[in-house]
Structure formats: structure tokens, C-alpha cells
């Protein structure tokens, strides 16, 4: 298969261009498929039972034109773009779906997704959005029920070992990726941002051990390469909402300027912290899934219970993860980007700002339609930007 | 001695206007045209008639820097820098005290936080009419109005109406409403003006209302949006002589400061070929 030949760069360039060829190769070849929405479903369960895991993403080239009849058009662009492109039969390979409670909106996928798309086997996990004892129990709870939900569905259990080596396959698909990021450290980089929205859209496309091993080449290849990112006035760290394409990084890195760090959830956000291989192992990844990844859909109680009499502090415990990517990549800029009544999102946006201005990191903010042509206008705001910081 | 010179060009939505200066900042020639769809044809032309006036030939210009939104397709540019920094160059060469720059333009509003001629952060309004000139200019053909006149008619107003909407579907439906109840056209005229006034004022706050307050663009030719924004942010709004030239001048003073800096580096100028051919988008 030509597919099959290439390598590295080019190989998740071609998966980032059409990423359910493999999907739909595997289910030819009896393999069921499990979509999933956010980073929060535990794909380890869906890897142990032999099921291919496919993250569910949307098309900022494809208007959306059924979801109105479901969705009104003030909320999310990107969930309504999901929805969309479900009812537009483009996820019709799937076997099975996962959805968690993102955000509101995100919630009420789940159901839409059951009532008008219809895939086979739908589970939605109830993801609380506090780090409290109590969310760490219910946490827990959501994830013995996706584990006999989809024990159910595969007509199987998962057994200890399969889970322990699921866990280890994407621990490990975890350590690749903060591997990968560490080659946007030198100045230029070894990888461009829009490479790397590329790969990891890619891997979130393929079976684990795939997605390793592309991982494995992409890291060799750029290595050695000689025909990588030239270096530019600006490093810049992209902090929002989802990304998953890569329109909005090529217009920022077609200005002077290199994409070096992100913290997204098509980006550094799901692969930042390891699961923990706790003697029952649902202990370990309960705790993962609920306090390891840093998104603002997640209340972080328990940072905030410590600071909450002191703004600053608050914003420090929160956000310094930020200034130490800013420090270790040499960003020398912010750009927050959200999409369109992210409220997730857009309410986090004023204390990211604070946090930046009291560490001295420019920053600016941009707000998008989750369309490719939408964000030709934003070039002028982050030209802008540069000129200020340069 | 060889004279130098430098050209600013600044692509806008509606309006492309061009400033050449000499190397004592002196503008020779200035030229404003409207913006069509062939934006490279345009800026062939209007820097053709821009030469005309000055008399000189396009190799005797040093530095051409082309800014506006339409600054990627000046095919005889040397550099390109966004309207941000350009019209907060341009303002600080007529105000050098100027703090908060507001421009508003055919297509968007703007507010620029300046410190010592230099900026240090912006506000862009969203991709809508609402709050621009293209507002004012659908408003004044529905109403058989030249927009230029609108400043003078809301100047006798009395008891201006409020437009809620600054939306401009609605707010046209507004003013149907409001003139078939009988409102004074000065009356709603002011009315308009207030609603624009009110939502770059809201925008600008953001960066922080300090003096000197500038308004460039197109509408700051408007009397009647001056005297509005003045009220909603409660202070002088100063409109400098030709308001939609700060960013032609702004983009001309930059390449004239980053030529004399390079030859005060000693450096060689580069010599470039430049030629005026007609460019286009249709074949």
C-alpha cells in the first residue's frame, strides 16, 4: 500500500490528510473502531480490548450545514462541526463512541450524537469538573463503567496484564511526544508547529503501537534533517481551545515567526504527565484523567482552595506551568486563541492574560469561527503583535 | 548630491492612499483613491499620479513600505508592516503626546495604546460593519444622503434618538422605524453617530483612556462622530488635518527611519530594480 511506504513527516502528512484511511483499512479488517470526543475518555480500556481508539475532530473546511437543525449557531463551532460531519455519514466506520462532559455543549453531544447519528455503541462519561476526594471517587466510578460498558460491547474483559500493557503503550506514546517537543527547543526548531499539529492529529488517527511507531520516525527524521524550520525573529507559545488544523499555525508561521510550544488539546495537553501503574490500575488512571491534564474545562480546586484569599497566588498555581514552557522552549511571546463561545475557554482567557502580564510575557488574544477563511483577518492582529514584540 | 526619497503606501478597505516624503519628512505629493477589487493595478496607478505630482521617477525612490489591509499585493513595496504600527507612527508625527489613537476605517476600528511615539498594544474591532464607515455609508444610502453631509445634519440635532443596534441590518430598520414615527432625520443622524461612538468607546477602554486622544480614518472627518466620542469617553478627541493619511505617512516616516539608520551604519543602500507594470488579479 503506498500509504504503508512513506515514513515520518511525510507518512502523517498523508494521515493529517486523510485520516480514516487507516481506520477504515483495520475495520476491513474485522478491527472495531471507537471514536472519541476530548482527551478525557481512557483509551487504555479501548487499546486493552483490542479496539481501535479514533478521536473524533471536525472540518474547518466544511461548512456546517445539518448540525443547525440540532445545535443553535451560538455555541461551539467545533462541537457543531463534530455533530455535522456525524450526520454527514463521515464517521460511518465508526463501531462505538465515547463522549465526556467537556462542557455543557460537549454533553449534550452525546445525546444528539445517540439520537441522530447512531452509532452502534455510544458510552459518555460524566468527567467531573473539580479536583476534589469526592470528584476523584466518581471519577473512579466513570471509569469502572466505560470498563464493563466496553467489555460489554467487545464481548470480552479486559485482563490485568492487557491493561498494564495498554497503560505502558501509551505512557509511551506519551514520553514520544514530549520527545518530539523537546526537537522545537533549539533555535530554529527541528519541527515546525504546523508539523506538529500534523503528527499528532496523526497519531490520534492511528492504533497506538502506529502512532509510536510514527512518532519513533518523525523524532529520527528531524534529528537529521537539513530542510527543517528556518529561524525567525519570534518563538512563540500558543496556549486555547482545540486545534485541529493546521490553517491558524501556517498563518503565524508564515509571518516571522516560529511556533515553538503549545499547551492545546491537539497539542502538548494529553501527553504532558504519565498515567500511574497503581496496583489496581483504574486507581492510576482515574487520577490521570481527572487532575493530570490541565484544561480549563477542569475547576483546579485544589490549587485554588490554597490560594484563593490572593489573586496572584491563584493565577500563579494555576498558570506558572505556562512560564516554565515560556522559559524551557525560549517563547518570547503568547498567543491564546479560542474558538467561538469556547466559554470553557474564553472565561479562562482574562487570568491567563493577568498571569502573563505579571511575569512580562507579551501576549495577545485571538478569537476565531473555527473556518479556514476566518482567519485571513487575524494575520493583521498577529503581524501586529510581532511588530510590538520585535 | 543624490536626493533620496520614500513613498508610503496604505491599501485600505475602501480608500488607497499614497504620501512620498523627502529625507527632511517633507511631503511632496499625496494621493487618495478608492480601493477597487485589483488591488495591484490600483497601487501601480495611484503611485504613477503620486510620482506625477512630485515629479520624480520610481527609481528615485529609496524605500517603498506598503501598509493597510490590502499591503501584500503592492508588487513595488520593499516591506510590509500591519496599519498598527504605521498609524501609530503617523499620529505621533502630527501629536507626539498622543496616548490613545482611534482609528475608524471603511472596514474596522481600531484603538492603539502609544507610548513615546511607539505602540504598545491594540484593539481590533470584529469582522462587522457595526462601528466602521462602511456602517455610515449603508445607513446614508438607505436614507438618499451623501455620507460626507452627515456630520453637518446631526449638528442640528436637538434631541438625538437612541439606535440600539449597532448591528447594521437592524440599525436600518431602526431608523425606518424611528423616521416613519416621525423623528427629525438630524435626530436620528446624531442617534447613529452616538451608537458608533458607543461601541468603539467600549473597545478602547480596554487599552485605557489617556490624553492625548487622537481619531484618524475616514470617519473622523465626521463632526458629528467626534463630538460623540468625545462625549462617551469625557474627554478632547483630537482629528489631525488629514485624518486618512496618518497611515500612508506613518508607513513613509518608518522606511525613511530604517534607511537613514542603515546609512548612518554606514551601509551600502540596496539597489533595486523597480518597475511600475500593470499587475492583476483577472488574467
Redesign the interface.
Same mark, same amino acid.
Given at each position: 500500500m503506498a500509504a504503508e511506504q512513506s515514513k515520518g513527516l511525510a507518512r502523517a502528512r498523508e494521515v493529517y490528510l486523510d485520516r480514516s484511511r487507516r481506520a477504515k483499512e483495520l475495520r476491513a479488517e474485522g478491527k472495531k473502531v471507537v471514536g472519541y470526543l476530548c482527551i478525557y475518555p481512557v483509551l487504555e480500556m479501548v487499546t486493552a480490548l483490542d479496539l481501535m481508539p479514533y478521536r473524533l475532530f471536525g472540518d474547518m473546511r466544511e461548512p456546517i450545514t445539518e448540525a443547525d437543525s440540532y445545535l443553535p449557531t451560538v455555541v461551539c463551532p467545533f462541537l457543531r462541526s463534530c455533530l455535522d460531519l456525524g450526520l454527514k455519514d463521515r464517521y460511518d466506520f465508526l463501531d462505538g463512541i465515547i463522549t465526556c462532559h467537556i462542557c455543557d455543549v460537549g454533553a449534550s453531544l452525546g445525546g444528539l450524537w445517540d439520537y441522530a447519528v447512531q452509532t452502534p455503541f455510544s458510552h459518555h462519561l460524566d468527567t467531573p469538573h473539580t479536583l476534589h476526594e469526592t470528584s476523584l471517587k466518581q471519577e473512579k466510578a466513570m471509569v469502572v463503567g466505560l470498563k464493563e460498558a466496553l467489555e460489554g460491547f467487545a464481548g470480552r474483559t479486559i485482563s490485568a496484564p492487557a491493561l498494564r500493557n495498554a497503560i505502558t503503550l501509551h505512557n509511551q506514546q506519551r514520553a514520544l511526544v514530549r520527545e518530539m517537543y523537546d526537537l522545537r527547543k533549539p533555535d530554529p526548531p527541528l519541527i515546525s508547529g504546523v508539523e506538529t499539529v500534523r503528527v499528532i492529529k496523526a497519531i490520534q488517527s492511528l492504533p497506538v503501537q502506529e502512532g509510536n511507531q510514527l512518532l519513533r520516525e518523525v523524532i529520527s527524521e528531524a534529528r537529521e534533517r537539513r530542510d527543517g524550520p528556518r529561524k525567525k525573529s519570534a518563538r512563540l507559545l500558543l496556549w486555547g481551545s482545540i486545534l485541529d488544523d493546521t490553517a491558524l499555525v501556517e498563518m503565524i508561521e508564515s509571518l516571522d515567526a516560529n511556533v515553538v510550544m503549545d499547551d492545546t488539546c491537539v497539542g502538548s495537553r494529553g501527553f504532558f504527565s504519565d498515567v500511574e501503574l497503581t496496583e489496581d490500575p483504574l486507581d492510576g488512571l482515574a487520577r490521570y484523567y481527572l487532575t493530570e491534564i490541565r484544561c480549563p474545562r477542569t475547576f483546579r480546586s485544589r490549587d485554588y482552595m490554597e490560594a484563593r484569599k490572593d489573586y496572584m497566588k491563584d493565577l500563579e498555581s494555576r498558570f506558572s506551568y505556562l512560564h516554565d514552557y515560556a522559559r524551557d522552549w525560549n517563547a518570547g511571546g503568547v498567543i491564546l486563541e479560542s474558538v467561538r463561545y469556547c466559554d470553557t475557554h474564553g472565561y479562562e482567557v482574562p487570568g491567563v492574560e493577568d498571569y502573563l502580564d505579571s511575569v512580562g510575557l507579551p501576549r495577545t488574544y485571538l478569537e476565531h469561527d473555527y473556518t479556514e477563511g476566518a482567519l485571513a483577518p487575524l494575520r493583521t492582529r498577529v503581524q501586529g503583535f510581532l511588530e510590538i514584540i520585535g | 548630491m543624490i536626493r533620496i526619497y520614500f513613498a508610503g503606501i496604505d491599501l485600505g478597505s475602501t480608500m488607497t492612499k499614497i504620501v512620498i516624503l523627502d529625507e527632511e519628512g517633507q511631503v511632496l505629493a499625496s494621493v487618495i483613491s478608492h480601493t477597487g477589487a485589483e488591488h495591484r493595478r490600483l497601487a501601480n496607478r495611484v503611485m504613477e499620479e503620486a510620482l506625477g505630482k512630485a515629479g520624480l521617477g520610481i527609481k528615485e525612490i529609496t524605500f517603498v513600505l506598503a501598509t493597510g489591509?490590502g499591503r501584500i499585493n503592492v508588487p513595488f513595496a520593499d516591506q510590509q508592516? /500591519?496599519? &498598527? /504600527?504605521c498609524h501609530a507612527r503617523g499620529v505621533a508625527s502630527f501629536f507626539p503626546n498622543v496616548r490613545l489613537a482611534i482609528d475608524i476605517g471603511g472596514q474596522d476600528a481600531k484603538g492603539l495604546k502609544i507610548r513615546n511615539g511607539r505602540? &504598545? %498594544?491594540?484593539v481590533?474591532s %470584529?469582522?462587522c460593519a457595526a462601528g466602521t464607515g462602511r456602517f455610515l455609508e449603508v445607513i446614508a444610502d438607505a436614507l438618499g444622503l451623501k455620507v460626507e453631509d452627515l456630520g453637518e445634519i446631526s449638528m442640528r440635532s436637538t434631541r438625538k434618538v437612541t439606535v440600539s443596534s449597532t448591528c447594521t441590518v437592524f440599525a436600518q430598520q431602526e431608523v425606518v422605524n424611528h423616521l416613519s414615527a416621525g423623528v427629525a432625520l438630524e435626530d436620528v443622524v446624531a442617534g447613529l453617530h452616538d451608537a458608533i461612538a458607543s461601541r468603539v468607546a467600549r473597545m478602547v477602554r480596554r487599552l485605557k483612556v489617556e490624553l492625548d486622544v487622537v481619531f484618524t480614518g475616514g470617519v473622523a472627518k465626521n463632526i458629528g462622530v467626534v463630538k460623540a466620542l468625545e462625549e462617551h469617553l469625557g474627554c478632547a478627541v483630537l482629528v489631525p488635518e488629514e485624518p486618512l493619511f496618518s497611515g500612508a505617512i506613518g508607513a513613509a516616516l518608518i522606511g525613511k527611519e530604517r534607511v537613514m539608520q542603515a546609512l548612518d551604519r554606514g551601509e551600502v543602500l540596496p539597489t533595486r530594480e523597480r518597475r511600475l507594470e500593470e499587475a492583476t488579479f483577472f488574467g
Open positions: - | 489591509y508592516i /500591519t496599519e &498598527l /504600527t505602540l &504598545l %498594544d491594540f481590533m %470584529d469582522k
